[in-house]
């Protein structure tokens, strides 16, 4: 009996590797902390980028599988311990994501208005811990107590906005800022969220790199987009294209690095049509402070260069960006779990080819996959394989007779019973799905997301 915590990509791909064999039959628990299951495809993808998030079909149908069960609202390390979980399964997958951020490391990071992507994006998906339960919320007006009422009361503040990062998630947040309400009326977008960006009175977003166009991590789909978005021009300097040796060299090795720079150049020559909104493209550029008393007011930069060391430093040259939002995309970042080992500096469980080293040795029952196994890199697929591999690496060892298939699914339930634990299953879920169609449909939408804790456990209870 196996145990994956997190029914993310990569929890539910191990599960899909594990139920696709028959030379060893396994029992699968997929736990989650949340009530429902995909995690960053439901609270991560762009709501409107309606196909990859179609991708949850795909994932839900292995959850559906015989062998294979999903419990949902299960917190490993508060609800029950790794400890305590190790001692009723065969063997437990980590796949827990990486759930915390980066930080610039710069003066006025804490100011009111300065935000990390992971907690931007987690509210306009509509993850539960950012949007606390109606009846904690502060009345309207006063000051804002929860995650969500923050970054609304900041959209609606906004003119200016500052996106620190040059990676897809940048282009994710720079479109849901520049996108009139109207364009996101068609995504899952919780109607909390929407009312919030109908307020919205953004008119530009900068997005800062540190280094040049050629070395983004944008994939060229996503650039393109900003490109397609209509009343928005799309601003780069052609000063930034004048490329240096490193740079040319980039381009030379990197078909996508060669295609995004054809698409930046092209913007670069593109005359302004005076749109209403403007995204702008800065590139060697870094923030040097966010400057504001009470909240952000400005985004203190410097341009940047790169050494004979091949290092990025700072030319003394320096500008000034009026913004009331800073919104830092640098990258995701994992955490420990209790009882769980990790290391802090790369922010990942320590492994090889998924099998788990604890003290040093080889864990005789744990493995690990997804973000928290390789970093926060890649896409949806890159899970899949990644899975497969930590399945293969713990099939073998049940063949090499180093697990013995001694527990059976039933001690899980009984322990997660003694706790006064009860798991959301795929019929919650089901259920959960079916009320947020509903919900969208009373108002034309094809669905709302259910954003709050209360609602998602309302709707998941069963009524027959
Ligand atoms: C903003 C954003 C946009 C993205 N857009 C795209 C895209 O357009 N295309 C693409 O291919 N990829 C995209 N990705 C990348 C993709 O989402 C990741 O590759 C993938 O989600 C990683 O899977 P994972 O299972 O390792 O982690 P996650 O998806 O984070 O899943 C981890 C799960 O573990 C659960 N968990 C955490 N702690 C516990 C605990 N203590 N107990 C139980 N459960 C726990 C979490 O609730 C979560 O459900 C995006 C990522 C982000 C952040």
Request: with cysteine.
């Amino acid at each position: 009996m196996v145990a994956i915590i997190g029914a993310g990509p990569s929890g539910i791909y191990a599960a899909e590797a594990l139920s696709q064999q028959s030379d060893v039959p396994v029992a699968v628990a997929v736990l989650d902390r949340l009530p429902v299951p995909f995690g960053l495809v439901r609270y991560g993808v762009a709501p409107d980028h309606h196909s990859i998030r179609s991708i949850r079909n795909t994932l839900e149908r292995t959850l559906e599988k015989s062998g294979v069960r999903f419990y949902g609202d299960v917190n490993i390390g508060s609800d029950v311990t790794i400890e305590e979980l190790r001692g009723v399964v065969d063997a437990v997958i980590y796949a827990y994501g990486a759930g915390s951020d980066r930080r610039l490391g710069i003066e006025g990071e804490d100011l009111f208005g300065s935000i990390a992507a992971p907690e931007f994006v987690a509210w306009y998906c509509g993850h539960p811990d950012v949007h606390p339960d109606i009846d904690r919320m502060a009345p309207r007006g006063a000051v804002p107590a929860s995650k969500a009422e923050r970054a609304a009361r900041l959209i609606a503040t906004t003119q200016s906005a500052v996106v620190v990062g040059v990676g897809n998630v940048a282009l994710d947040v720079a479109r849901v800022l520049i996108k009139s309400v109207a364009e996101l009326d068609d995504t899952d977008m919780a109607d909390d969220v929407l009312d919030s960006l109908a307020d919205k009175m953004v008119t530009d977003v900068h997005i800062l790199g540190r280094r040049g166009p050629a070395y983004t991590t944008f994939t060229t789909k996503e650039l393109r987009e900003l490109g397609q978005l209509p009343d928005v021009d799309v601003i780069v300097d052609p000063a930034d294209l004048e490329f240096d040796q490193s740079s040319r060299a980039v381009i030379e090795m990197d078909k996508v690095a060669a295609r995004n720079v054809a698409v930046m150049a092209d913007w670069a020559k593109a005359p302004r049509t005076n749109a209403a909104r403007r995204i702008h493209l800065h590139f060697w550029t870094k923030p040097n402070a966010i400057l504001g008393v009470d909240q952000v007011e400005a985004v203190q930069t410097e341009r940047t260069r790169i050494n004979a060391d091949g290092y990025v430093e700072g030319t003394g040259e320096t500008g000034l960006i009026p913004a009331q939002l800073v919104v830092r995309s640098v990258g995701y970042k994992g955490v420990q779990l209790p009882g769980v080992p990790f290391d802090p500096n790369t922010g990942r469980v320590p492994h090889s080819e998924g099998r788990v080293i604890r003290d040093g040795e080889f864990s005789t029952d744990e493995y690990v996959t997804g973000w928290i196994k390789r970093g926060p890199t890649g896409v949806i697929g890159t899970n899949k394989s990644d899975a497969v591999e930590t399945v293969t690496s713990l099939l073998t060892d049940i063949h090499d007779g180093a697990i013995a298939g001694k527990h059976s699914i039933d001690e899980l339930d009984e322990l997660l019973a003694d706790r006064g634990i009860h798991p959301l299953g795929m019929p919650a879920w089901h259920r959960i799905d079916a009320a947020e169609i509903e919900l969208g449909e009373s108002h034309g939408r094809r669905r709302t997301t259910l954003a709050h804790r209360s609602e998602l456990l309302a709707a998941a209870e069963d009524h027959t």
